[in-house]
């Protein structure tokens, strides 16, 4: 099993900025893609960025240019960096682990951006 914790949420004001981490640990795979979801209220979940164990990254349209994930692969540790914040980016954020035959979820943390 992995056991990811996420860390980081909060509320700020528009055009603020948040560090998500997620420290995972247990049984991790050495080839592995470590991802961010979110989901707002009545909204279905959704791929926020993703990072693989090779450091290829994807990212939603919607954050391109204000998001960045990131891993350090000695601290198991993947980071989200959210700039610029919109309050459209208001969800609970969830990290994901996908390995070669498992995955996981964490428990999520909100972000919550005012106006």
């Known amino acids: 099993q992995v056991q990811l914790v996420e860390s980081g949420g909060g509320l700020v004001q528009r055009g603020g900025s948040l560090r998500l981490s997620c420290a995972a640990s247990g049984s991790i795979s050495s080839g592995n893609t470590m991802a961010w979801y979110r989901q707002a209220p009545g909204k279905q979940r959704e791929l926020v960025a993703s990072?693989?164990?090779?450091?290829?990254?994807t990212y939603a349209d919607s954050v391109k240019g204000r998001f960045t994930i990131s891993r350090d692969n000695a601290k198991k540790t993947v980071y989200l960096q959210m700039n610029s914040l919109k309050p459209e980016d208001t969800a609970v954020y969830y990290c994901?682990?996908?390995?070669?035959?498992?995955?996981?979820w964490g428990q999520g943390t909100q972000v919550s951006v005012s106006s």
């Open positions: 990072v693989t164990s090779g450091a290829y990254t």
């Open positions: 994901r682990y996908i390995g070669g035959t498992t995955n996981y």
